[in-house]
């Protein structure tokens, strides 16, 4: 399978279709931002795209993250005016990053037990 350019793709799909290209790149585009951000907003770790893979955030940036927002949260003053939206926007990051790692561990002992039912 050779990779394609996103102009050959999208030119090739709406001859194909009969829609405009515009109408194909918008969708494309559409879709890529909605990937990106279900994996931003940190509500799943992984997001799979059909015919092409799953997407994952690898465990060791999520603790990567979670000391580095610890670091803002702890070093800004949320009574100061200039940092308490860098504090708060820390600590909810922070509270979303500790969300996903309990969601990984869930997972991971969920596929534990099948694997222990199957033996």
Known sequence: M???????FIKQTAEE?????????EVVNYYWARVRNSLAELKHHSVKVFNLGTF?????????????NEDIARHSDPTEFRQYAIHTHAS????????????????????LSIKNLRQ
Do not use: H, M, Y
Not at 2 to 8: D, E, F, G, R, S
Not at 58 to 66: D, G, L, M, T
């Open 92 to 111: 909810d990051k922070l509270v979303k990053l500790k969300n996903l790692v309990v969601l990984i561990e869930e997972e991971k002992q969920k596929r």
């Open 2 to 8: 050779n990779p394609k350019k996103p102009n050959t």
């Open 56 to 68: 994952k955030i690898r465990a060791n940036k999520i603790q990567k993250e979670i000391q580095k």
């Open 17 to 25: 279709t009969g829609v405009s290209e515009e109408t194909v790149k």
